[in-house]
Structure formats: C-alpha cells, structure tokens
C-alpha cells in the first residue's frame, strides 16, 4: 500500500491531492466532499472525516483506490453554495483527476454539495457513483453520465419545507427519496437505487442506535458494482 501527495492548481490557487491503496488498484475510488470541508486533512460536516477515514481503511483492504482532494470553502458556510463556487469545485475535481491520472475505472462518492457537483457536471467514465444525502428538486438535461447511482440518506435527514419558520413542513427520507430517485430517472441516470440507514442524519454521522456502518454498507455497494 502506499500513500502519495499530489498538487494542482485551479484559478492560480494550489490545492493538494492524495491517493492511498494499492500500486495497481482494481478500481479507484473519488471522495467529492460536502460543502463544509476543505482540506482534506481537516474537520468537515458531522462525522465527515471519520466516515472517509473508515471507509479508506476498508476500501484498501479490498485493493481499491482512494483519490481526495481540497476543495474552497464559502466564506459563508451557512449559505447555499452558487454556480461560481460549484463550478470551482468541479474544476478541482478534474484537475485533481487530470494531474493523479487514477489507475482503473472510477467510482464516485459525494456527499451533499459533492453530489451536486458529480450530478451537474457528471465526470466519465465511471462505473458509478454514490451520493450522500442528496435532493434533485426537478429533472435536467445532462449527458451520459453511465454506470449506476446509489442514493444513500439517513433516516433522520428530514428535510423542510415552507414559506417561513410557522409554516415549515419536516419531510422524511422515506418521503422524498423516491421523488429525487424519478428526476434522476427521467434526467437519464440508469440504475437509480434508494438506500435510507437508520440511525443516520444528513452526513450520515450516527444520531441514533443505528444496526450497520455506514461506512460498511458503502463498501458493499461499490464491491457491488465491480461482480
């Protein structure tokens, strides 16, 4: 196993990359961070950083690759992220790709802000991608984006909706799961699945008694996609 550091740079800002597995993995997998996190190697949502670090544990194990990288942060974490700050994202995904070149075929996790940025601006190829704690409000034109997609929620990422605070609706997983899995469907994403965790909140961190990893039940689903 061995563990490299790279650099790329996009708007002349320098971010750094890393790749942990094996020399010559059977598949390598991209981690496209939530919105909170920047540096790689620093805190991001709830349970984010500890999830990643299981997960590669895992994942190695296996013989499969894992490509991270720095992403900009908001200067206002707590607003939603507009096109620019997408876009930049994107192209630190791609530079990050462009610079490391992975060996084998590519599967792709996101999580929440990451999965818009793999949804919207889809890299290929790819075998797959799983997206964590991700809501499609309506269906879009994209290209082919291939392979299959897994929507993981936890059961308790409840959503609102509502004009204001005497209005809002709490609308569960359950609920909403299957309306993003049809706009994923009709934008021309084959092989949608739901995946909801119990015990699990937006970040999948554990809010209550919860009956399997998180980080277990994602290796499954990319050992999945690879028979």
Known sequence: MKEAWF???????KYRGRYRGPEE?????????????????????????TLYSRLSVLLTEKNIGV???DCPLREDNGEPADEEHVRLR???????????????????????LGAEVLVHDPPSPALG????GYVLEEPFETREPGGYTHLVYGSEDYIGYGEDLSTIVSIAPEQYAPETAR????????????????????????????DIRA????QQLILDMLK
Do not use: N, W
């Open 215 to 218: 980080e277990q039940y994602i």
């Open 25 to 49: 993995p059977t598949v390598s997998c991209v981690i496209v961070p939530s919105g909170q996190m920047g540096r790689l190697d620093e805190d991001g949502a709830a349970g984010e950083t």
């Open 129 to 132: 991608r799983v997206l964590i």
């Open 183 to 210: 706009h994923f469907e009709e934008s021309g994403f084959s092989g949608t699945e739901i995946h909801i965790l119990q015990g699990y909140g937006h970040t999948l961190e554990e809010e209550e008694a919860v």
């Open 90 to 112: 994107s192209c630190c995904l791609k530079q990050a790709l462009q610079t490391l070149h992975p060996e084998g075929p590519l599967i792709y996790i996101g999580m929440s």
């Open 7 to 13: 650099s790329f740079e996009v708007d002349r800002v």
């Open 67 to 69: 490509v991270q990288f």
